[in-house]
């Protein structure tokens, strides 16, 4: 087991080879990439169509994924049950709510009652710092889009569940303690919550039905979550062999939210429109969460075999959904490569990776150079890409060039970037901030 991905390139590389500890740090960087993905894609919506096009987009994205990775999750964990219980356990797991940076605390008071609040909260803290004194993005965020999501993903584990709002931001001063408290409980009669179109959209996609393969059995965490209900619960409880798979698991968790996204898009202003978002979309999130992604691994440098590396660990593969290799063939150029898989196969939009599946090699070469902005890409038939074995269905050529100008920033990074690059997670890497 590897506590880190230091060293040299190894072309055989896989997640299940990281130890426990290094899968709780990465399960954490894939969990918080779902906050860089509404930062590098709303505010496009909201430039082009205005800031009730953010709301809707936002809510299609959530509702539109979240019952559905949620039932994933709580499978792939056997957590039974439709008490409050099994959904706080869903919310812990669920990659719209990130550990630590949205900091939720829960008491389970018995099966029809529970509450949860936040110390602190990422999301709202930066929508604050970006609002000044105007208020209306802070409802937006507390209220037009919690509102609905909140309660989608509580009905989609038992119908009579309702997420109620305690107290949340904005708050007149001088308020004190958590950001927002929410109780949670389940009773009367069902309240039928109206299910948008857009979910039986997603359901549709081999994601949203794949099954990753069997994992083997260790004795050093637990090996599913179908026992009592963990109000501390971390990564760290979960076995290695789970563990890795729960990693997977969220890569295409987040794989589902921005196909949601991507299909509210296309469905509301065309395919062009999606396609020019989605350019712009990927290479805004990736210098984010691939600095964060190297620093929680120990990689280092800036050369081909740490580009190869972050490849092999980008969240926006997740493994066996999408199959991919890499080679090393010297100091200034390396191959990548998509085989055969669901997500080729996969109906459209295909989320993040449709650019990049569509052959654009320009989608990739602002994920590359995330790590050097003097690398090139660009696509090779795939006949060429003779490490691939006949294998490769997609082909692309990365070439470090020392000569090149660097290649200028997705401005949208910076946004992105905010009060998500330094955070830091307790108990494993420094303070929370």
Request: glycine share 8%; with cysteine.
């Amino acid at each position: 087991m590897r506590d880190d991905y230091a060293g040299d390139f190894d072309p055989d590389f896989e997640w299940t080879q990281l130890s426990r500890q290094a899968l709780g740090r990465f399960g954490r960087e894939i969990m918080l990439c779902a906050m860089m993905h509404d930062r590098g894609l709303l505010p496009q919506v909201g430039r082009r169509y205005g800031r009730e096009a953010m709301t809707d987009v936002a809510v299609d994205e959530w509702m539109g994924s979240s019952p559905l990775y949620n039932e994933r999750n709580r499978a792939l964990l056997q957590i039974s049950g439709h008490d409050v219980g099994a959904i706080f356990k869903g919310l812990q797991l669920d990659i719209g709510a990130p550990h630590q940076f949205l900091d939720f605390h829960f008491e389970l008071k018995n099966e029809s009652l529970g509450y949860f609040w936040l110390p602190f909260c990422g999301a709202f803290s930066f929508v604050k710092e970006m609002a000044g004194d105007d208020e209306k993005p802070i409802f937006q965020l507390c209220h037009h889009m919690e509102d609905t999501t909140f309660n989608a993903t509580v009905a989609a584990v038992h119908p009579r569940a309702r997420c109620i709002p305690e107290h949340r931001p904005p708050q007149a001063p001088p308020h004190a303690g958590p950001v927002c408290r929410w109780r949670v409980e389940i009773g009367g009669e069902p309240t039928p919550l109206t299910e948008r179109p857009i979910l039986q959209a997603i359901r549709q996609s081999l994601a949203a039905g794949f099954e990753f393969g069997p994992i083997p059995e260790a004795h050093d965490g637990l090996s599913d979550y179908g026992g009592a209900f963990r109000p501390d619960f971390v990564l760290e409880d979960l076995s290695q062999p789970v563990l890795a798979r729960q990693a997977k698991e969220f890569a295409l968790d987040w794989h589902l939210l921005v196909r949601a996204a991507y299909t509210s898009i296309e469905e509301r202003y065309g395919h062009a429109a999606m396609g020019e978002i989605a350019r712009h979309h990927w290479a805004a999130v990736a210098p984010v969460y691939s600095a964060r992604i190297r620093r929680a691994l120990g990689i280092e440098g800036d050369d081909l075999g740490t580009i190869l590396k972050m490849l092999q660990l980008d969240p926006c593969f997740p493994p066996e959904y999408v199959v991919s290799g890499c080679h090393w063939r010297d100091a200034r150029t390396g191959h990548f490569w998509i085989e055969a898989c669901a997500a080729l196969e996969d109906i459209l939009p295909r989320g993040i990776l449709e650019p990049l599946f569509g052959g654009e090699a320009a989608a990739l070469e602002a994920v590359v150079c995330a790590v050097n902005p003097r690398a090139r890409v660009r696509a090779i038939d795939p006949a060429d890409c003779y490490a691939a074995a006949g294998r490769a269905k997609l082909a692309f050529e990365i070439v470090l060039d020392p000569q090149a100008a660097a290649r200028e920033e997705e401005p949208l990074a910076g946004l992105v970037r905010s009060n998500i690059i330094d955070f830091r997670f307790r108990g494993t890497d420094g303070p929370l901030e």
